[in-house]
Nanobody, 118 residues
Framework: VQLVESGGGLVQPGGSLRLSCAASGFTFSTYYMSWYRQAPGKERELVAYISSSAGAITRYTDSVKGRFTISRDNAKNAVYLQMNSLKPEDTAVYYC???????????WGQGTQVTVSS
């Protein structure tokens, strides 16, 4: 199993970024996927997850609802996180994970840094 994130960077408050995660080594369409983040000095937190197959079910942590959107493309074995109206408190390393609910994530990417600053 391999998960490779991309798309992080430096953005001003109010800006947007789209994170991508390329998955390989497993039957991608059959797994829930998720994005976690870890800010400096804080615990890792679940940002969003998306159900398997068509991704009909999505859930978000309260602090990103209405601003972030998780999606997937099973043909490309990819999951995305569109982040709009970014705030400085969104600054963190963002991780893509395989999320075999009801269990905890079992595979993690290497992470991509998102910094929101003027």
């Amino acid at each position: 199993v391999q998960l490779v994130e991309s798309g992080g960077g430096l953005v001003q408050p109010g800006g947007s970024l789209r994170l991508s995660c390329a998955a390989s080594g497993f039957t991608f369409s059959t797994y829930y996927m998720s994005w976690y983040r870890q800010a400096p000095g804080k615990e890792r937190e679940l940002v969003a997850y998306i159900s398997s197959s068509a991704g009909a079910i999505t859930r978000y942590t309260d602090s990103v609802k209405g601003r972030f959107t998780i999606s997937r493309d099973n043909a490309k074995n990819a999951v995305y996180l569109q982040m709009n109206s970014l705030k400085p408190e969104d600054t963190a390393v963002y991780y893509c994970t395989r999320y075999p609910l009801p269990d905890r994530p079992d595979y993690w990417g290497q992470g991509t840094q998102v910094t929101v600053s003027s």
